[in-house]
Protein backbone atom coordinates (compact mmCIF):
# COMPACT_ATOMS: atom_id res chain seq x y z
CA UNK A 1 0.00 0.00 0.00
CA UNK A 2 2.64 2.37 0.35
CA UNK A 3 4.82 1.55 -2.24
CA UNK A 4 1.58 2.14 -4.25
CA UNK A 5 1.45 5.54 -2.38
CA UNK A 6 4.89 6.70 -3.38
CA UNK A 7 4.05 5.64 -6.86
CA UNK A 8 0.79 7.76 -6.95
CA UNK A 9 2.56 10.67 -5.04
CA UNK A 10 5.42 10.69 -8.05
CA UNK A 11 3.39 10.35 -10.59
CA UNK A 12 1.01 13.44 -9.75
CA UNK A 13 4.26 15.65 -9.15
CA UNK A 14 4.98 15.41 -13.35
CA UNK A 15 1.16 16.14 -14.38
CA UNK A 16 2.26 20.19 -14.08
CA UNK A 17 4.02 19.57 -16.79
CA UNK A 18 1.91 17.56 -19.30
CA UNK A 19 -0.73 17.82 -21.00
CA UNK A 20 -3.94 18.63 -18.69
CA UNK A 21 -7.82 18.79 -18.69
CA UNK A 22 -8.09 22.18 -17.09
CA UNK A 23 -10.34 24.74 -17.59
CA UNK A 24 -13.54 21.74 -19.01
CA UNK A 25 -16.36 20.69 -17.94
CA UNK A 26 -20.16 20.50 -19.11
CA UNK A 27 -22.38 23.45 -18.93
CA UNK A 28 -25.69 22.02 -18.44
CA UNK A 29 -27.19 20.03 -15.27
CA UNK A 30 -30.50 17.40 -15.69
CA UNK A 31 -33.78 19.04 -14.60
CA UNK A 32 -35.07 17.08 -11.67
CA UNK A 33 -38.85 15.97 -12.12
CA UNK A 34 -40.31 17.44 -8.43
CA UNK A 35 -38.82 21.02 -9.45
CA UNK A 36 -40.86 21.82 -12.37
CA UNK A 37 -44.13 23.81 -11.79
CA UNK A 38 -47.47 21.28 -12.26
CA UNK A 39 -49.10 21.93 -8.70
CA UNK A 40 -51.69 23.23 -10.43
CA UNK A 41 -52.05 21.19 -13.71
CA UNK A 42 -51.70 17.92 -12.03
CA UNK A 43 -53.22 18.80 -8.28
CA UNK A 44 -51.10 17.96 -5.14
CA UNK A 45 -49.40 14.99 -4.94
CA UNK A 46 -51.10 11.38 -3.75
CA UNK A 47 -51.14 7.61 -4.91
CA UNK A 48 -48.75 6.55 -7.43
CA UNK A 49 -51.00 5.69 -10.64
CA UNK A 50 -51.19 4.02 -12.64
CA UNK A 51 -50.59 -0.07 -11.98
CA UNK A 52 -48.06 -1.59 -14.72
CA UNK A 53 -51.00 -3.79 -16.58
CA UNK A 54 -52.95 -0.38 -16.46
CA UNK A 55 -55.11 -1.52 -19.54
CA UNK A 56 -57.00 -4.52 -17.15
CA UNK A 57 -58.69 -1.73 -15.76
CA UNK A 58 -61.26 -1.62 -18.23
CA UNK A 59 -62.23 -4.83 -17.06
CA UNK A 60 -62.28 -6.12 -20.88
CA UNK A 61 -61.11 -9.96 -20.99
CA UNK A 62 -60.74 -9.69 -25.16
CA UNK A 63 -58.81 -6.42 -24.41
CA UNK A 64 -56.19 -8.20 -22.11
CA UNK A 65 -55.62 -11.07 -24.70
CA UNK A 66 -55.05 -8.88 -27.09
CA UNK A 67 -52.50 -6.93 -25.38
CA UNK A 68 -50.71 -10.25 -24.20
CA UNK A 69 -50.09 -11.48 -27.76
CA UNK A 70 -49.06 -8.10 -28.44
CA UNK A 71 -46.46 -8.16 -26.27
CA UNK A 72 -45.50 -11.74 -26.93
CA UNK A 73 -45.83 -11.85 -30.24
CA UNK A 74 -45.35 -8.37 -32.10
CA UNK A 75 -41.83 -8.33 -34.24
CA UNK A 76 -40.78 -5.25 -33.36
CA UNK A 77 -40.20 -6.77 -29.90
CA UNK A 78 -37.44 -7.93 -31.17
CA UNK A 79 -35.90 -5.08 -32.99
CA UNK A 80 -35.60 -3.65 -28.92
CA UNK A 81 -34.12 -6.91 -27.44
CA UNK A 82 -31.49 -6.97 -30.18
CA UNK A 83 -30.42 -3.84 -29.24
CA UNK A 84 -30.26 -4.88 -25.51
CA UNK A 85 -27.96 -8.41 -26.53
CA UNK A 86 -25.80 -5.51 -28.75
CA UNK A 87 -25.49 -3.08 -25.67
CA UNK A 88 -24.76 -6.18 -22.90
CA UNK A 89 -22.39 -7.52 -25.47
CA UNK A 90 -20.37 -3.90 -26.14
CA UNK A 91 -20.49 -4.06 -21.97
CA UNK A 92 -18.98 -7.18 -21.87
CA UNK A 93 -16.23 -6.51 -24.07
CA UNK A 94 -14.91 -3.57 -21.96
CA UNK A 95 -15.21 -5.10 -18.42
CA UNK A 96 -13.20 -7.96 -20.59
CA UNK A 97 -10.53 -5.55 -21.28
CA UNK A 98 -9.88 -4.26 -18.12
CA UNK A 99 -8.64 -8.02 -16.71
CA UNK A 100 -6.09 -9.68 -17.27
CA UNK A 101 -4.78 -10.81 -21.23
CA UNK A 102 -2.94 -13.94 -21.88
CA UNK A 103 -1.87 -14.73 -24.85
CA UNK A 104 -0.05 -17.79 -26.81
CA UNK A 105 2.13 -16.88 -29.46
CA UNK A 106 4.43 -18.67 -31.78
CA UNK A 107 6.58 -17.48 -34.68
CA UNK A 108 9.74 -18.52 -36.83
CA UNK A 109 11.39 -16.69 -39.68
CA UNK A 110 14.24 -17.60 -41.95
CA UNK A 111 17.03 -14.24 -42.25
CA UNK A 112 20.35 -13.39 -42.71
CA UNK A 113 21.96 -12.32 -39.29
CA UNK A 114 24.07 -9.42 -39.15
CA UNK A 115 27.85 -9.85 -39.06
CA UNK A 116 28.32 -6.63 -36.71
CA UNK A 117 25.73 -7.14 -34.28
CA UNK A 118 25.36 -9.33 -31.12
CA UNK A 119 25.75 -12.87 -32.66
CA UNK A 120 28.95 -14.99 -32.29
CA UNK A 121 31.20 -15.18 -35.05
CA UNK A 122 29.63 -19.20 -35.88
CA UNK A 123 26.13 -17.54 -36.67
CA UNK A 124 27.32 -13.83 -37.61
CA UNK A 125 26.80 -13.57 -41.67
CA UNK A 126 24.81 -16.71 -42.25
CA UNK A 127 20.90 -17.75 -42.26
CA UNK A 128 19.34 -19.49 -39.78
CA UNK A 129 15.91 -19.41 -38.02
CA UNK A 130 14.74 -17.46 -34.98
CA UNK A 131 12.05 -18.80 -33.00
CA UNK A 132 9.47 -18.04 -30.29
CA UNK A 133 6.75 -19.81 -28.30
CA UNK A 134 5.54 -17.85 -24.83
CA UNK A 135 2.64 -17.23 -23.42
CA UNK A 136 2.27 -13.47 -22.96
CA UNK A 137 0.75 -11.87 -20.07
CA UNK A 138 -0.81 -7.82 -19.57
CA UNK A 139 -2.28 -6.17 -16.79
CA UNK A 140 -3.29 -2.40 -17.01
CA UNK A 141 -3.36 -1.05 -13.24
CA UNK A 142 -6.60 1.36 -13.49
CA UNK A 143 -5.18 3.91 -10.84
CA UNK A 144 -7.31 6.78 -12.25
CA UNK A 145 -10.47 4.92 -12.85
CA UNK A 146 -10.54 5.02 -16.84
CA UNK A 147 -11.41 1.48 -17.55
CA UNK A 148 -14.13 1.68 -14.63
CA UNK A 149 -15.71 4.62 -15.89
CA UNK A 150 -15.65 3.12 -19.42
CA UNK A 151 -17.31 0.21 -18.45
CA UNK A 152 -19.89 2.16 -16.47
CA UNK A 153 -20.97 4.10 -19.57
CA UNK A 154 -21.04 0.80 -20.87
CA UNK A 155 -23.38 -0.62 -18.38
CA UNK A 156 -25.54 2.46 -18.37
CA UNK A 157 -26.12 2.40 -22.33
CA UNK A 158 -27.12 -1.03 -21.74
CA UNK A 159 -29.32 -0.13 -18.93
CA UNK A 160 -30.48 2.69 -21.54
CA UNK A 161 -31.80 -0.02 -23.95
CA UNK A 162 -33.73 -1.78 -21.52
CA UNK A 163 -35.21 1.47 -20.86
CA UNK A 164 -35.66 1.73 -24.60
CA UNK A 165 -37.38 -1.64 -24.90
CA UNK A 166 -39.49 -1.18 -21.98
CA UNK A 167 -40.54 1.96 -23.76
CA UNK A 168 -41.32 -0.12 -27.01
CA UNK A 169 -43.85 -2.86 -24.78
CA UNK A 170 -45.44 0.30 -23.20
CA UNK A 171 -45.67 1.80 -26.94
CA UNK A 172 -47.40 -1.40 -28.28
CA UNK A 173 -49.35 -1.75 -25.28
CA UNK A 174 -50.76 1.85 -26.01
CA UNK A 175 -51.65 1.15 -29.46
CA UNK A 176 -53.24 -1.87 -28.85
CA UNK A 177 -55.58 -0.25 -25.87
CA UNK A 178 -56.09 3.15 -28.07
CA UNK A 179 -57.25 0.89 -31.24
CA UNK A 180 -59.36 -1.33 -28.96
CA UNK A 181 -61.02 2.17 -27.56
CA UNK A 182 -61.61 2.64 -31.00
CA UNK A 183 -63.19 -0.38 -32.02
CA UNK A 184 -65.11 0.24 -29.08
CA UNK A 185 -66.31 3.17 -30.30
CA UNK A 186 -67.12 2.23 -33.90
CA UNK A 187 -69.03 -0.17 -32.12
CA UNK A 188 -71.36 2.19 -30.05
CA UNK A 189 -71.85 4.54 -33.13
CA UNK A 190 -72.79 1.32 -34.77
CA UNK A 191 -75.44 0.76 -32.43
CA UNK A 192 -76.69 4.50 -32.76
CA UNK A 193 -76.75 3.64 -36.41
CA UNK A 194 -78.27 0.21 -36.04
CA UNK A 195 -81.26 2.32 -33.71
CA UNK A 196 -81.98 5.05 -36.12
CA UNK A 197 -82.62 2.37 -38.50
CA UNK A 198 -84.69 0.71 -36.79
CA UNK A 199 -86.53 4.12 -35.52
CA UNK A 200 -87.19 5.27 -39.17
CA UNK A 201 -88.29 1.80 -40.76
CA UNK A 202 -90.91 2.00 -37.71
CA UNK A 203 -91.80 5.45 -38.96
CA UNK A 204 -91.74 4.24 -42.33
CA UNK A 205 -94.33 1.82 -41.48
CA UNK A 206 -96.76 4.45 -39.92
CA UNK A 207 -96.31 6.68 -42.77
CA UNK A 208 -97.29 4.05 -45.29
CA UNK A 209 -100.57 3.83 -42.73
CA UNK A 210 -101.04 6.99 -42.71
CA UNK A 211 -100.40 7.42 -46.63
CA UNK A 212 -103.25 5.06 -47.40
CA UNK A 213 -105.32 6.85 -44.96
CA UNK A 214 -104.91 10.10 -46.96
CA UNK A 215 -102.84 11.61 -44.25
CA UNK A 216 -99.80 11.93 -45.73
CA UNK A 217 -98.62 12.48 -49.84
CA UNK A 218 -96.40 11.22 -51.44
CA UNK A 219 -93.67 13.61 -50.38
CA UNK A 220 -93.61 11.87 -46.45
CA UNK A 221 -92.98 8.46 -48.22
CA UNK A 222 -90.65 9.47 -50.19
CA UNK A 223 -88.91 11.32 -47.32
CA UNK A 224 -89.21 8.26 -44.85
CA UNK A 225 -87.61 5.90 -47.60
CA UNK A 226 -85.15 8.10 -48.42
CA UNK A 227 -83.97 8.54 -44.45
CA UNK A 228 -83.92 4.81 -43.89
CA UNK A 229 -81.63 4.67 -46.76
CA UNK A 230 -79.07 7.32 -45.31
CA UNK A 231 -79.22 5.82 -42.39
CA UNK A 232 -78.43 2.51 -43.69
CA UNK A 233 -74.99 4.01 -45.86
CA UNK A 234 -73.88 5.31 -42.47
CA UNK A 235 -73.99 1.81 -41.04
CA UNK A 236 -71.94 0.28 -44.43
CA UNK A 237 -69.61 3.19 -43.24
CA UNK A 238 -69.19 1.99 -39.82
CA UNK A 239 -68.88 -1.49 -40.94
CA UNK A 240 -66.18 -0.51 -43.01
CA UNK A 241 -64.33 1.03 -40.34
CA UNK A 242 -64.55 -1.71 -37.92
CA UNK A 243 -63.00 -4.21 -40.59
CA UNK A 244 -60.17 -1.25 -40.75
CA UNK A 245 -59.70 -1.59 -36.65
CA UNK A 246 -59.93 -5.54 -37.22
CA UNK A 247 -56.99 -5.52 -39.29
CA UNK A 248 -55.09 -2.97 -37.24
CA UNK A 249 -55.47 -5.23 -34.61
CA UNK A 250 -54.55 -8.09 -36.11
CA UNK A 251 -51.11 -6.80 -37.10
CA UNK A 252 -50.62 -5.44 -33.83
CA UNK A 253 -50.79 -8.89 -32.38
CA UNK A 254 -48.62 -10.09 -34.89
CA UNK A 255 -51.16 -12.03 -37.02
CA UNK A 256 -52.28 -11.32 -40.46
CA UNK A 257 -55.94 -10.08 -41.05
CA UNK A 258 -58.13 -12.47 -40.62
CA UNK A 259 -57.35 -12.78 -36.64
CA UNK A 260 -59.45 -9.74 -36.62
CA UNK A 261 -62.46 -11.38 -37.90
CA UNK A 262 -62.77 -13.44 -34.62
CA UNK A 263 -63.15 -10.57 -32.45
CA UNK A 264 -66.29 -9.52 -30.59
CA UNK A 265 -67.82 -6.40 -29.65
CA UNK A 266 -65.69 -5.13 -26.80
CA UNK A 267 -66.98 -5.06 -23.40
CA UNK A 268 -65.37 -2.08 -21.51
CA UNK A 269 -66.77 -1.79 -18.08
CA UNK A 270 -68.99 1.06 -17.75
CA UNK A 271 -67.25 2.93 -15.25
CA UNK A 272 -64.02 2.42 -16.76
CA UNK A 273 -64.41 6.26 -18.05
CA UNK A 274 -64.64 7.58 -14.81
CA UNK A 275 -61.00 5.83 -13.00
CA UNK A 276 -58.32 8.47 -12.33
CA UNK A 277 -57.07 9.82 -9.77
CA UNK A 278 -57.43 12.83 -8.28
CA UNK A 279 -54.27 14.19 -8.27
CA UNK A 280 -50.71 13.12 -9.68
CA UNK A 281 -47.32 13.63 -8.38
CA UNK A 282 -44.96 15.61 -11.19
CA UNK A 283 -42.38 12.83 -9.68
CA UNK A 284 -44.37 9.92 -11.55
CA UNK A 285 -42.48 11.18 -14.61
CA UNK A 286 -39.28 10.38 -13.34
CA UNK A 287 -40.63 6.45 -14.66
CA UNK A 288 -41.44 6.76 -17.80
CA UNK A 289 -39.46 4.36 -19.81
CA UNK A 290 -38.03 7.54 -22.13
CA UNK A 291 -37.10 9.71 -19.22
CA UNK A 292 -35.63 6.85 -17.16
CA UNK A 293 -33.18 6.11 -20.76
CA UNK A 294 -32.37 9.55 -21.12
CA UNK A 295 -31.24 9.64 -17.81
CA UNK A 296 -29.11 6.83 -17.94
CA UNK A 297 -27.42 7.69 -21.41
CA UNK A 298 -26.99 10.99 -19.15
CA UNK A 299 -25.00 9.15 -16.29
CA UNK A 300 -23.41 7.18 -19.36
CA UNK A 301 -22.22 10.39 -21.04
CA UNK A 302 -21.19 11.83 -17.57
CA UNK A 303 -19.11 8.43 -17.12
CA UNK A 304 -17.85 8.88 -21.00
CA UNK A 305 -16.17 12.33 -19.85
CA UNK A 306 -14.70 10.79 -16.52
CA UNK A 307 -13.22 8.19 -18.91
CA UNK A 308 -11.90 10.87 -21.35
CA UNK A 309 -10.21 13.17 -18.34
CA UNK A 310 -8.19 9.85 -16.92
CA UNK A 311 -6.99 9.75 -20.05
CA UNK A 312 -4.93 13.02 -19.13
CA UNK A 313 -2.92 10.98 -16.47
CA UNK A 314 -0.13 8.06 -16.84
CA UNK A 315 -1.27 4.73 -17.69
CA UNK A 316 0.70 1.75 -16.52
CA UNK A 317 1.05 -1.77 -17.53
CA UNK A 318 2.13 -4.81 -16.06
CA UNK A 319 3.76 -7.17 -18.95
CA UNK A 320 5.25 -10.51 -18.27
CA UNK A 321 5.83 -13.77 -20.81
CA UNK A 322 7.19 -17.10 -20.67
CA UNK A 323 8.47 -19.22 -23.32
CA UNK A 324 10.85 -20.71 -25.56
CA UNK A 325 13.58 -18.78 -27.75
CA UNK A 326 16.24 -19.57 -30.17
CA UNK A 327 18.22 -18.73 -32.55
CA UNK A 328 17.72 -22.39 -35.29
CA UNK A 329 14.89 -24.31 -34.82
CA UNK A 330 16.31 -27.23 -33.82
CA UNK A 331 17.44 -25.36 -30.45
CA UNK A 332 14.07 -24.28 -29.83
CA UNK A 333 13.07 -27.35 -27.49
CA UNK A 334 16.17 -27.55 -25.49
CA UNK A 335 16.55 -26.03 -21.16
CA UNK A 336 18.72 -23.38 -22.49
CA UNK A 337 16.01 -21.78 -24.86
CA UNK A 338 13.41 -21.19 -21.86
CA UNK A 339 13.12 -17.12 -21.27
CA UNK A 340 10.82 -15.61 -18.56
CA UNK A 341 10.30 -12.02 -17.72
CA UNK A 342 7.58 -8.85 -16.02
CA UNK A 343 8.20 -5.56 -15.55
CA UNK A 344 6.29 -2.44 -15.83
CA UNK A 345 5.26 -0.02 -19.06
CA UNK A 346 4.40 3.53 -18.67
CA UNK A 347 2.74 5.81 -20.80
CA UNK A 348 2.48 9.11 -19.81
CA UNK A 349 1.20 12.22 -22.68
CA UNK A 350 3.15 15.46 -22.44
CA UNK A 351 2.42 16.87 -25.49
CA UNK A 352 -0.43 15.99 -28.17
CA UNK A 353 -1.39 19.01 -29.81
CA UNK A 354 -4.09 19.31 -27.90
CA UNK A 355 -5.60 15.59 -29.18
CA UNK A 356 -6.96 15.01 -25.30
CA UNK A 357 -8.57 18.54 -24.73
CA UNK A 358 -10.33 18.20 -27.97
CA UNK A 359 -11.68 14.64 -27.23
CA UNK A 360 -12.04 15.77 -23.33
CA UNK A 361 -14.10 18.83 -25.17
CA UNK A 362 -16.14 16.59 -27.31
CA UNK A 363 -17.28 14.07 -24.16
CA UNK A 364 -18.45 17.18 -22.17
CA UNK A 365 -20.28 18.37 -25.71
CA UNK A 366 -22.12 14.62 -26.01
CA UNK A 367 -22.66 14.71 -21.84
CA UNK A 368 -25.20 18.24 -22.66
CA UNK A 369 -25.81 17.45 -25.83
CA UNK A 370 -27.62 14.07 -23.61
CA UNK A 371 -28.54 16.54 -20.62
CA UNK A 372 -30.38 18.13 -23.11
CA UNK A 373 -31.92 15.70 -24.84
CA UNK A 374 -33.14 14.69 -21.00
CA UNK A 375 -34.27 17.71 -20.08
CA UNK A 376 -36.50 18.01 -23.73
CA UNK A 377 -37.89 14.31 -23.13
CA UNK A 378 -39.19 15.41 -19.70
CA UNK A 379 -41.03 18.78 -20.49
CA UNK A 380 -42.44 16.78 -23.57
CA UNK A 381 -43.48 14.01 -20.75
CA UNK A 382 -44.99 16.49 -18.39
CA UNK A 383 -47.35 18.25 -21.57
CA UNK A 384 -47.96 14.83 -22.56
CA UNK A 385 -49.38 14.16 -18.95
CA UNK A 386 -51.16 17.59 -18.55
CA UNK A 387 -52.89 17.93 -22.15
CA UNK A 388 -54.11 13.88 -21.35
CA UNK A 389 -55.24 15.04 -17.77
CA UNK A 390 -56.97 18.39 -19.24
CA UNK A 391 -58.36 16.43 -22.44
CA UNK A 392 -60.28 13.72 -19.56
CA UNK A 393 -61.35 16.63 -17.26
CA UNK A 394 -62.82 18.40 -20.53
CA UNK A 395 -64.69 15.54 -21.76
CA UNK A 396 -66.09 14.28 -18.11
CA UNK A 397 -67.34 18.21 -18.11
CA UNK A 398 -68.58 17.97 -21.14
CA UNK A 399 -70.03 14.36 -20.92
CA UNK A 400 -72.27 15.68 -17.47
CA UNK A 401 -73.58 18.45 -19.05
CA UNK A 402 -74.07 16.75 -22.40
CA UNK A 403 -76.33 13.78 -20.76
CA UNK A 404 -78.59 16.99 -20.32
CA UNK A 405 -78.92 17.83 -23.36
CA UNK A 406 -79.78 14.32 -24.90
CA UNK A 407 -82.39 13.73 -22.55
CA UNK A 408 -84.09 17.22 -23.67
CA UNK A 409 -83.65 16.36 -27.43
CA UNK A 410 -85.04 12.54 -26.98
CA UNK A 411 -87.97 14.07 -24.86
CA UNK A 412 -88.84 16.37 -27.71
CA UNK A 413 -88.45 13.82 -30.36
CA UNK A 414 -90.68 11.77 -28.72
CA UNK A 415 -93.29 14.51 -28.21
CA UNK A 416 -92.76 15.58 -32.18
CA UNK A 417 -93.59 11.65 -32.82
CA UNK A 418 -96.59 11.75 -30.58
CA UNK A 419 -98.04 14.95 -32.32
CA UNK A 420 -97.04 13.17 -35.73
CA UNK A 421 -99.09 10.04 -34.93
CA UNK A 422 -101.66 12.34 -33.87
CA UNK A 423 -101.65 13.68 -37.05
CA UNK A 424 -100.49 17.38 -35.62
CA UNK A 425 -97.57 17.81 -37.06
CA UNK A 426 -95.92 16.69 -40.55
CA UNK A 427 -92.96 14.23 -40.98
CA UNK A 428 -90.38 17.30 -41.73
CA UNK A 429 -91.28 18.63 -38.13
CA UNK A 430 -90.14 14.68 -36.99
CA UNK A 431 -86.58 14.43 -39.00
CA UNK A 432 -85.80 18.05 -37.89
CA UNK A 433 -86.47 16.74 -34.35
CA UNK A 434 -84.05 13.47 -34.66
CA UNK A 435 -81.41 15.60 -36.57
CA UNK A 436 -80.50 16.85 -33.38
CA UNK A 437 -80.79 13.79 -31.44
CA UNK A 438 -79.01 11.39 -33.45
CA UNK A 439 -76.03 14.36 -33.38
CA UNK A 440 -76.37 13.95 -28.99
CA UNK A 441 -76.31 10.62 -29.18
CA UNK A 442 -72.86 10.24 -31.58
CA UNK A 443 -71.88 12.76 -29.49
CA UNK A 444 -72.11 10.71 -26.55
CA UNK A 445 -70.11 7.84 -27.54
CA UNK A 446 -67.78 10.08 -28.65
CA UNK A 447 -67.09 11.83 -25.50
CA UNK A 448 -67.55 8.40 -23.78
CA UNK A 449 -64.45 7.44 -26.12
CA UNK A 450 -62.84 10.40 -25.21
CA UNK A 451 -62.63 10.08 -21.89
CA UNK A 452 -61.11 6.28 -22.25
CA UNK A 453 -58.22 7.17 -24.09
CA UNK A 454 -57.61 9.70 -22.67
CA UNK A 455 -57.21 8.03 -19.28
CA UNK A 456 -55.55 5.32 -21.75
CA UNK A 457 -53.04 8.31 -23.37
CA UNK A 458 -52.19 9.39 -19.16
CA UNK A 459 -51.31 5.81 -18.22
CA UNK A 460 -49.09 5.87 -20.99
CA UNK A 461 -47.54 9.36 -20.60
CA UNK A 462 -46.82 8.59 -16.80
CA UNK A 463 -45.00 5.12 -18.23
CA UNK A 464 -47.57 2.70 -17.17
CA UNK A 465 -46.20 1.69 -14.09
CA UNK A 466 -42.98 1.75 -12.62
CA UNK A 467 -39.25 1.01 -13.47
CA UNK A 468 -36.14 1.15 -11.55
CA UNK A 469 -34.48 4.59 -11.91
CA UNK A 470 -30.85 5.40 -12.33
CA UNK A 471 -28.91 6.88 -9.28
CA UNK A 472 -29.50 10.82 -8.69
CA UNK A 473 -28.33 12.99 -12.09
CA UNK A 474 -25.25 15.33 -10.81
Same mark, same amino acid.
Given at each position: ?29 A ?70 Q ?92 E ?19 G?D ?60 P ?55 A ?45 L ?26 ? *? ?20 T ?14 ? *?????S ?25
Open positions: MRHRSAVLIALSALLGACANPAGLASRLQTQPASLAAARSLGTPGADWPVANWWTAYGDPQLNRLVDRALRDNPGLALAQARIDKARAQAGAVAASDGPVSANAESSRQRLSGNYIYPPSLAGGYTSINRAALDLSLELDLWGRNRAALDAALGRGRAAEAEAAGTRLALAGAVTQAYLQFDRLHHLRDVAATVRQREKLQDLVRLRHKALNNAETLQAAGSIAAAQAERRALDTQLDAVRHQLAALVGQGPDAGLDLTPPAIAAAAAARLDSLPADLLGRRPDVVAQRWRVEASQRDSDAARAEFYPNINLNAFIGLQSLGLSNLEGGSRIIGAGPALHLPVFDSGRLRAGLASRHADQDAAIAQYNSTLGALQEVADALSDWRGAAAEAREQQVAL *SRYEEAWRLTETRYRAGLTPYAVLAAETPLLAQRRL *SADLRRQLEASASLARALGGGTLPAPSALH
